[in-house]
């Protein structure tokens, strides 16, 4: 789950990381009086939505040589001004897409006065099963296009949870970032309190870009992207209230209810499929021959007949779907729930674009009877090599 930026400050700020002043703003009006509240003169008007590349970023409604998502002002009207161009557009980034995001949320900040940009991130490493900090010179910047271009500037180091964050990792940081002085012994606390909010809150990615060192020797978190482990949200109420549901996917959203794995992707077939990795080789297959997956979708282990006619629904709500895939090998999941799903949601929503059903497994000569008795225009499948031929030649067929 992921979380706005003045939200990730606000938890920062509880395990005493250091971040600036501001507030939050769903209107103009209430833009203005958060910013009466900062010191100034200087404020910075921030577009809140899921997504980095804020800054870059282009509104669609707005001219092509308009500002991004994240301005300056020197004034309260100059405050004013930004949030009313700002707030009700769509603003699109290298993250968002094409579509864009449309802007509900301003945060209204304190400006700073910036000696020097860096970068930080913690996230879990696999390869050591740590949780470990990517730290580089380069803030600010696309920190992918530094990996790439001058990997040398990015340096990365775990963390052993049976110590935690250690003195010396502190002295990595300020060696890495070229701190002195009183900036230097800054970055041992401000690495420990981040690592601390990181593990008690179940973090998954902690990213501050860029991390500041202020005109009076002060690091400082200028920006928080932060996501959440789902998986460990039931032991945070408080993270939960956080939830933004108008920056989800409404696909997404709807299969989370039913405890569905649900991605949107912008193919034309759509796959229903239980177990992540039968998921991936079908949705690999279906590019093979030519296609490309409307969504990845695994319905899991012990689905129900509930659950699988909402994942039926779900995959038939996206218009650009022209096929329909379903992908079922019954382990512990049986072939008969399978088809009695799919009869059910087909006799309700409707089937107006082809769909394939490849079934194997525990009752498959059940399922298969089902839905061959049922009456429905469904293209029954042999194989999974034969069930991604026949979607792939049905989608073409109909184009």
Same mark, same amino acid.
């Given at each position: 789950m992921n979380i706005h930026e003045y939200q990730g400050k606000a938890v920062l700020k509880e395990f005493g990381a250091p971040v600036s002043a501001g507030y939050p703003a769903l209107s103009v009006a209430e833009a203005v009086e958060a910013a009466k509240k900062l010191p100034g003169p200087l404020y910075v008007v921030k577009s809140q939505i899921h997504a980095g590349g804020r800054g870059k970023g282009k509104f669609k409604e707005l001219p092509a040589d308009a500002k991004g998502g994240v301005r300056l002002a020197k004034s309260v009207a100059e405050v004013e001004a930004h949030a009313k161009e700002m707030l009700g557009n769509t603003l699109v980034t290298i993250?968002?897409?094409?579509?864009g995001k449309q802007v509900n949320r301003l945060y209204i900040e304190d400006g700073s006065?910036?000696?020097?940009?860096?970068?930080?991130?913690?996230?879990?490493?696999?390869?050591?099963?740590?949780?470990?900090?990517?730290?580089?010179?380069?803030?600010?910047?696309?920190?992918?296009?530094?990996?790439?271009?001058?990997?040398?500037?990015?340096?990365?180091?775990a963390v052993d949870p049976a110590t935690g964050v250690m003195p010396h990792h502190g002295r990595t940081v300020a060696k890495t970032l070229n701190l002195k002085g009183e900036a230097a012994k800054q970055s041992g606390p401000l690495i420990a309190n981040l690592y601390k909010a990181f593990v008690e809150k179940d973090m998954a990615m902690l990213e501050i870009n860029p991390l500041i060192l202020t005109t009076a020797g002060q690091l400082k978190c200028l920006d928080a992207k932060i996501s959440f482990d789902s998986n460990a949200l039931y032991r945070?109420?408080?993270?939960?209230? *956080?939830?933004?549901?108008?920056?989800?996917?409404?696909?997404?959203?709807?299969?989370?209810?039913?405890? =569905?794995?649900?991605?949107?992707?912008?193919?034309?077939?759509?796959c229903m499929v239980n177990g992540a990795g039968l998921a991936m080789a079908t949705?690999?297959?279906?590019? =093979?021959?030519?296609?490309?997956?409307?969504?990845? *979708?695994?319905?899991?282990?012990?689905?129900?007949?509930?659950k699988?006619?909402?994942?039926?629904?779900?995959?038939?709500?996206?218009?650009?779907?022209?096929g329909i895939l379903i992908n079922i090998f019954?382990?512990?999941?049986?072939?008969?729930?399978?088809?009695?799903?799919?009869?059910?949601?087909?006799?309700?929503?409707?089937?107006?674009?082809? *769909?394939?059903?490849? =079934?194997?497994?525990?009752?498959?000569?059940?399922?298969?009877?089902?839905?061959?008795?049922?009456?429905?225009?469904?293209?029954?499948?042999?194989?999974?090599?034969?069930?991604?031929?026949?979607?792939?030649?049905?989608v073409k067929g109909s184009a």
């Open positions: 993250q968002t897409g094409p579509a006065d910036i000696e020097k940009e860096f970068y930080l991130s913690i996230l879990v490493d696999r390869a050591t099963s740590c949780v470990s900090f990517v730290i580089s010179t380069e803030g600010g910047m696309d920190i992918e296009a530094v990996a790439h271009d001058t990997p040398e500037k990015i340096v990365t180091f945070h109420a408080d993270i939960m209230a *956080l939830r933004d549901e108008t920056e989800e996917d409404k696909a997404e959203l709807e299969a989370s209810k039913y405890d =569905l794995n649900y991605i949107t992707l912008d193919g034309t077939i759509g949705m690999d297959i279906i590019k =093979l021959y030519g296609e490309s997956p409307a969504n990845f *979708l695994d319905v899991g282990g012990s689905a129900s007949k509930e699988v006619t909402a994942a039926f629904k779900i995959i038939t709500s996206d218009p650009s779907v022209k019954g382990g512990i999941m049986r072939c008969d729930i399978i088809a009695e799903g799919v009869i059910a949601a087909v006799k309700e929503v409707g089937l107006k674009v082809p *769909l394939v059903v490849r =079934l194997e497994g525990t009752n498959v000569d059940l399922g298969k009877k089902i839905i061959s008795e049922s009456g429905l225009n469904v293209i029954p499948a042999d194989d999974l090599d034969d069930a991604a031929q026949k979607i792939v030649k049905a």
